[in-house]
């Protein structure tokens, strides 16, 4: 389906910066402090056009975003983490299959290896993996130190070694020129940032795919949950003659409406079992955490379909127990597809539910007064149909997916027995 995308380039920023923040708002402020700083060194060197800077930034900001697998965050907030490859190999598998900056993937694999090491590998964005290398330091240097010039001795002392020379002096002329060092504590607007440049809806579109891979590449058991509620909605809107300006809407509801999952712990997320009371309640706050991630940046129509996959027509769902008349059909729709995708779907503590057994449940829970009887029907009579578009939507982010974990192996084998761990740490 090829659907305009409902997030401007003014605002991606935001919505990129609150749901990763969700993870840990340390890690991502690091992030974008350490994007401040290569942004200037882009600015001052004016070799790229904006869109490509804007690109280059934005790998930068997420040169860390492999921790979010490694669960290694509070070492690497602290800067204790003695194994960079862990998380650098997650991170450059994660943006070279499943982000719209694939091309500078290799940047975030080399960002902590130093300037002599290198010259060991074939890397195409050598200079981006540098300036990342440089700030990353640099911003952990400055969370310890507000001495300035103890920090530009290190530089011009690592260059050559641990940075390359013209990187070191891109950064100080940078810094005379736009005072990066002395205005870093006060950036944190990623839109700011990423600059508004007229990014086009296919952008648009593939930035949102890009953080909900980001929640799915936390957990094996839900790599393909939103793609599965995304398709089934589609399909039984376009079986029920939806008109066509609805589409949109559930495409964008369905794809958003776990958004706040990347804010719930792992450890819940991939529970064996029933969840306590405790944890069911933690669970349920992914729905206000997908709602303060949205934040007016997304219309109130998809916004709501989002927002409204958990309630009943019985007023029994959640978080605002809604009744039948409050929900719309595109609502019910999406919810109706939501339960779906979790019968089919594997979890830590069930395999995937046979057709029998996951039509049966629906019609109980529309016997009920739980769900839209009409939806329930077209999903009934047209189960093979609409599960054969789902998974033929599902195999190559199953296969991508599976080569990522087989890569990861591979290449931390093979680094780990190329390098030591690199860098030192800065004192």
């Excluded at 900001?61 to 983490?81: N, P, S, W």
């Excluded at 057709?355 to 329930?376: D, H, W």
Aim: proline residues 2%; negative net charge; charged residues 25%.
């Amino acid at each position: 389906m090829n659907n305009k995308s409902i997030v401007s380039s003014s605002s991606i920023g935001g919505l990129i910066q609150r749901t990763l923040n969700r993870v840990d708002k340390r890690l991502v402020n690091h992030g974008i402090r350490v994007a401040y700083l290569v942004s200037g060194m882009l600015k001052e060197q004016g070799k790229y056009p904006i869109s490509q800077q804007r690109e280059q930034i934005l790998t930068a900001i997420l040169h860390d975003i492999g921790a979010y697998k490694t669960e290694e965050i509070d070492r690497m907030v602290q800067f204790e983490c003695e194994d960079v490859w862990e998380h650098s190999i997650y991170g450059y598998l994660f943006l070279r299959n499943l982000s719209p900056v694939s091309v500078y993937a290799d940047a975030v694999l080399h960002h902590h290896t130093s300037s002599v090491s290198l010259n060991r590998f074939d890397i195409e964005h050598r200079e981006l993996a540098q300036m990342i290398h440089l700030a990353d330091r640099a911003d952990t240097f400055l969370q310890n130190s507000t001495n300035r010039k103890a920090l530009f001795s290190f530089m011009q002392n690592a260059a050559g070694t641990v940075f390359d020379e013209e990187i070191v002096e891109l950064f100080l002329q940078a810094d005379q020129n736009f005072h990066l060092v002395s205005t870093l504590k006060d950036h944190h607007d990623l839109n700011v940032l990423l600059y508004d440049d007229g990014t086009s809806d296919k952008s648009g579109d593939e930035y949102l795919r890009m953080l909900i891979y980001a929640i799915d590449f936390r957990s094996q058991h839900t790599v393909t949950h939103t793609i599965t509620t995304m398709y089934i909605s589609n399909a039984v809107a376009r079986l029920m003659e939806l008109p066509s300006e609805s589409l949109p809407h559930i495409y964008y509801g369905a794809m958003l409406h776990d958004l706040g999952k990347i804010g719930i712990p792992v450890e819940i997320l991939e529970f064996p079992g029933k969840l306590s009371p405790q944890a069911m309640t933690i669970m349920r706050t992914h729905v206000d955490i997908t709602e303060e991630i949205l934040n007016g940046d997304v219309d109130t129509v998809t916004a709501n379909i989002a927002l409204r996959h958990h309630e009943k027509l019985d007023g029994s769902g959640y978080p605002r127990g809604l009744t039948e008349s409050e929900l719309t059909l595109e609502e019910q729709i999406v919810g109706v597809a939501d339960i779906v995708s979790a019968l089919v779907g594997t979890r830590s503590y069930k395999s995937s539910f046979s057709k029998e057994r996951t039509l049966s449940i629906l019609k109980e829970q529309s016997a009920a007064g739980k769900l839209n009887a009409k939806v329930v029907d077209v999903i009934v009579g047209h189960f093979d149909e609409i599960m054969g578009e789902v998974r033929s939507q599902c195999e190559p982010i199953l296969k991508i997916y599976q080569g990522i974990q087989e890569e990861y192996k591979i290449l931390l084998a093979k680094y780990k027995s190329q390098t030591n761990n690199e860098p030192a740490a800065i004192s």
